[in-house]
């Protein structure tokens, strides 16, 4: 297909992505707003997000399976105008029962989203770009958590959170008319990203286990981050928003790094990634007090797991067994599953243990998945990795 035309799908795409990213994290944000205005507890509105990820690890591979044979741009269409009319309804719900449904309505179309998402722009350029098509689609989602979450929380403090809502859906639309008349429609289950370059089910359920256990490692030093660097690095709560940003924007970099090498070796980047998390997080336990240190490391730490996001869609891309969106499914709802499961393990140390101990456990978590990695391949054979695009092209000389 033409290449502006290519572009601009995967800008789209990217922008679905940062619309979903913000759509789920922008309760957090508004946490107080919205209780006051719905008359409920600060933690009834955090079961917003809570039940939101609940329903993404449940549902990411039964709707995958159901809408396996619709062409990607209808289905990417259909689920941005779900997107847009359940992020709408919100604007409107005058209860919590109605917007926790409305809540559940588009985090079902965020579970299917994802699993489309990253096959779908793999497919706009030739074999040997995936890595870097794939960590473009996963940039939007830390622009979502640097800039889309951060002005929606400005906005609905000063014009209401309903207005967040609103804008989202607003933007929501014109990502919607972008992806329905750029990305082409491919018939299901067709392309080089259709399937995994290199089908290997034992390397892929190696890699289900890593996504777990470094996102929950990642999530369970992150959740409690404004108190760790109020209470153990001494910043005041008023530094606690440019101490996120340094970390969004070294996200970002991370993810641009990671796209520039991910294609030549795979499971190099991955590994990598999750040691270097692993390394600022042990820093973080041992010299967290330093406030400038700590900043640093916690944008190492930041950095690290982003790239880590974007690899993890290049090496599925690379191992799936069978479809590839069966695969980037399972992938999602793993990673769901360490975000739930990594603030959980963080919350219930927090109080006995203090908030010093959550750095720690990211940090052997990490350590934990690398030693699956390597106890993994061992027992089944290192072998040479070669480029994406070269894997691709024997497979299908095999084929």
Sequence with gaps: MDRRRAVGALIGLAGGTFLYTTAEALPIGLLLPMATDLAVSPSQVGMLVTAYGAVVVVASIPLTVLAR??????LLSVLLAGFVV?????????????????????????ALFWAVVVPAAAELFRPALRGRVVAIVFAGGNVALLLGVPVGTWLGERAGWRMSFLAVAG???????????????????????????????????????????ATA?????YTYVALFVTEVSGFAASSVGAILLARGVASVLGILAVGAVVDRSPWLALVTTVALQSVALLGLYALGHRPYVAVGLLALAGLAFAAFTAALG?????????????????????????????????????????????????????????????????????LPERPVGALVAANSERR
């Design 69 to 74: 044979k619709v062409p990607r741009r209808r």
């Design 86 to 110: 359940s992020t709408a309804t919100t604007v409107f719900a005058s209860t919590f029962p109605l917007l926790l449904a409305t809540r559940m309505a588009t985090a079902a179309t965020h």
């Design 171 to 213: 933007l929501g639309a014109v990502v919607l008319v972008a992806v329905a008349s750029l990305l082409p429609s491919t018939p299901p289950g067709q392309g080089h990203a259709a399937r995994g370059a290199t089908p290997d089910i034992y390397r892929f359920w190696l890699l289900v286990a890593v996504a777990v256990l």
């Design 217 to 221: 490692g990642a999530i369970a030093a």
């Design 314 to 382: 290049g090496v599925v891309l690379q191992v799936a067994p069978g479809r590839s969106d069966i695969a980037a499914a399972t992938v999602s709802a793993a990673v769901n599953v360490g975000i739930t499961g990594g603030a959980l393990v963080a919350g219930f140390a927090l109080p006995s243990h203090g908030v010093h101990s959550t750095v720690l456990i990211g940090a052997l978590l990490g350590i934990v998945a690398l030693m699956v990695v390597a106890g993994g391949r061992i027992r089944r054979g290192v």
